[in-house]
């Protein structure tokens, strides 16, 4: 009786938890044109009880544009590990929190897996809310085969890892996605034009969805004698299969 007692309020206390308890809500969010938003994103910004975000200024000017108040909390790679103990107790404490990043989906080369992750473990609520991706988008303006695709994140910034990185590209027989620093290109486009061969395309696509977006597809070599050590903004390579 007293074992069976102890069992009703275990089952009693999980269940208040479930229903006391928050929720995350990783919400993808616009990667240059603020027009990308969802209803469904700005829905859940709006009834959010605070915004995690990987830059709260930046993030700060979408809430801005789209006439939305919201406490904002700093979560980025430097601060995901002190961050995740407060995140939590406040989804336990019933609070719903949206997670957001610089633009595009949170857990993608940007900061969101670890949170994620120990939602998981805590058997706590979780929403995503897709949103826009440079990735796709890249892969799918070059009109290089899309499947299947390897996703390699940001290239290495040292040399070494980085020409290691392109030589698996050249070696692969499917297509290869990767987000590149405009301060790095001209060195790592040099760099593919030895590794890749002759015959090898490359996608360069720069500012996805912005003013002045610019999708180069062509020969490596091309690709290298265009954009230079001025190239600016924000950029997703595309290198091509051979055969």
Same mark, same amino acid.
Request: glycine share 8%; aromatic share 4%.
């Given at each position: 009786?007293?074992?069976?007692?102890?069992? #009703?309020?275990?089952?009693?206390? #999980?269940?208040?938890? =479930?229903?006391?308890?928050?929720?995350?809500?990783?919400?993808?969010?616009?990667?240059?044109? %603020?027009?990308?938003?969802?209803?469904? $994103?700005?829905?859940?910004?709006?009834?959010?009880?605070?915004?995690?975000?990987?830059?709260?200024?930046?993030?700060? %000017?979408?809430?801005?544009?789209?006439?939305?108040?919201?406490?904002?909390?700093?979560?980025?790679?430097?601060? @995901?590990?002190?961050?995740?103990?407060?995140? %939590?107790?406040?989804?336990?404490?019933?609070?719903?929190?949206?997670?957001?990043?610089?633009?595009?989906?949170?857990?993608?080369?940007?900061?969101? @897996?670890?949170?994620?992750?120990?939602?998981?473990?805590?058997? #706590?609520?979780?929403?995503?809310?897709?949103?826009?991706?440079?990735?796709?988008?890249?892969? =799918?303006?070059?009109?290089?085969?899309?499947?299947?695709?390897?996703?390699?994140?940001?290239?290495?910034?040292?040399?070494?890892?980085?020409?290691?990185? %392109?030589?698996?590209? *050249?070696?692969?027989?499917?297509?290869?996605?990767?987000?590149?620093?405009?301060?790095?290109?001209?060195?790592?486009?040099?760099? *593919?034009?030895? #590794?890749?061969?002759?015959?090898?395309?490359?996608?360069?696509?720069?500012?996805?969805?912005?003013?002045?977006?610019?999708?180069?597809?062509?020969?490596?070599?091309?690709? $290298?004698?265009?954009?230079?050590?001025?190239?600016?903004? @924000?950029?997703?390579?595309?290198?091509?299969?051979?055969?």
């Amino acid at each position: 009786m007293i074992q069976h007692s102890r069992l #009703l309020k275990l089952k009693l206390k #999980l269940k208040l938890n =479930v229903v006391n308890s928050g929720r995350l809500i990783v919400v993808g969010t616009p990667i240059g044109n %603020l027009s990308d938003i969802s209803p469904r $994103a700005c829905q859940a910004l709006a009834t959010a009880d605070l915004i995690a975000a990987e830059d709260t200024r930046r993030t700060g %000017l979408l809430l801005q544009h789209l006439e939305i108040k919201k406490p904002l909390l700093s979560y980025q790679k430097f601060n @995901e590990a002190s961050r995740e103990s407060e995140i %939590l107790d406040r989804l336990r404490q019933g609070q719903v929190v949206a997670l957001v990043t610089d633009g595009g989906m949170p857990g993608i080369s940007d900061p969101g @897996e670890r949170i994620v992750r120990s939602v998981r473990r805590e058997n #706590l609520p979780l929403e995503v809310i897709p949103g826009p991706s440079a990735v796709l988008h890249a892969l =799918v303006a070059s009109g290089l085969p899309a499947l299947p695709f390897y996703f390699g994140g940001f290239l290495p910034p040292k040399t070494g890892p980085r020409k290691r990185e %392109l030589a698996q590209a *050249a070696a692969r027989d499917h297509t290869s996605v990767y987000f590149e620093s405009p301060h790095r290109i001209a060195r790592t486009l040099a760099e *593919a034009a030895e #590794l890749l061969p002759q015959e090898a395309k490359i996608a360069v696509c720069r500012e996805l969805t912005k003013k002045f977006e610019e999708i180069f597809v062509g020969p490596v070599s091309e690709a $290298a004698a265009r954009f230079g050590q001025n190239t600016k903004g @924000e950029i997703t390579l595309v290198i091509s299969p051979l055969g």
